[in-house]
């Protein structure tokens, strides 16, 4: 989904790298946001099949059992999807914003990716207000900015679990990304 985004792809590789490697797991968090039916509590990607790729709320609660990483990120979770009533759209643009981080970039592209950041923000304002009523919109908007700073903690403590795996049960490209090297 990301390659779709033109203003990522004419980053330098190495900036685009930069951006993913630090981001990974908020993009990650934002995806499960995407994929999550409240309804069957279960997380399934548009192109899964549901008898068999659909992972099941109590799937990723045994996975992360002990850490209190699953509550908070449930709660997050429920926290845009249901309480916010995020739409598709709306979760997109945060995931394209929270993606063009000025504080992961290089010294060379933080000015770009800074410039993108702000257009996609305003892009998600101007959506809202173009879906919703102004006051709710006004409302709604900073709500949905103060849940990347909820992304960055959880995405803390995500890491810090994975810093309990063992390394030899994960694909190195992943180990590479999720900065495990031992």
């Known amino acids: ?3 779709q985004v033109s203003a990522f792809r004419a980053l330098q590789q190495s900036e685009q790298i930069l951006l993913l490697k630090g981001g990974s797991i ?3 968090i934002l995806r499960s946001v995407l994929t999550f039916d409240p309804d069957k509590q279960q997380f399934l990607d548009p192109t899964d099949s549901p008898e068999t790729r659909a992972m099941k709320v109590d799937q990723l609660q045994s996975a992360v059992s002990g850490t209190g990483v699953f509550d908070a ?3 997050f979770v429920r926290s845009i999807a249901v309480d916010l009533q995020a739409d598709e759209t709306m979760l997109v643009l945060l995931l394209v914003i929270s993606l063009f981080s000025p504080d992961r970039a290089s010294d060379e592209g933080r000015a770009e990716v800074t410039r993108q950041q702000e257009h996609y923000t305003s892009l998600l304002q101007h959506y809202l207000l173009s879906q919703l009523p102004p006051a709710t919109a006004r409302v709604l908007f900073p709500r949905l900015l103060l849940k990347l700073t909820e ?5 803390e403590e995500h890491s810090q679990v994975l810093l309990r795996v063992n390394t030899n049960s994960i694909q190195p490209l992943m180990i590479e990304v999720l900065s ?3």
């Open 26 to 28: 908020e993009l990650l």
């Open 73 to 75: 990120h449930m709660a």
């Open 151 to 155: 992304i960055r903690s959880l995405s």
């Open 180 to 182: 495990l090297e031992s």
């Open 1 to 3: 989904m990301i390659h």
